[in-house]
């Protein structure tokens, strides 16, 4: 029983694996640029921050908190929180998604709530060793 799961297990992961490489999304978009600013690791996890200037937003403020999924160590999920300073006040958030790790860079897939309405798909990716984060974030309608 326990070779079954295991081998049920592998095929879904290596057909998910192509799901996510050819994952494609269109429409409206914006560019949303970042600076990671800081990163801890443990063993539940890690904590990255980073902040960026986003057109039509103001400064922005991201916190995640990365997670190992499966017991593979470069896929997870994360959730997070993002604030936004501009001169209207302060706009809170909420992230949550899925990320894959590819050497020193991780492809982040995330959807995000903010406290003014507003709901974001966005696709991104990480680069750990340049210390940047860069996203095409689209509008859901």
Known sequence: MTKMIQIL?????????????????????FPANFTITSLQSSDTGSIMA??????????VYL????????GIENLGNFT??????????????????????????????????????????ALGEMDLVAGTAKFTVFPVE
């Open 50 to 59: 980073a902040q960026g200037d986003v057109d039509d937003y103001g400064k």
């Open 9 to 29: 297990s592998a095929i879904f992961l290596l057909s998910a694996n192509g799901m996510l490489h050819a994952f494609e999304v269109s429409g409206d978009s």
């Open 63 to 70: 916190t995640y908190h990365f997670k190992n999924t499966h």
């Open 80 to 121: 997070g929180q993002i604030r936004v300073a501009s001169p209207d006040g302060i706009l809170r958030g909420t992230m949550q998604g899925v990320w894959r790790g590819e050497g020193s860079k991780m492809k982040i897939y995330t959807y995000d709530t903010h406290s003014n309405g507003d709901v974001l798909m």
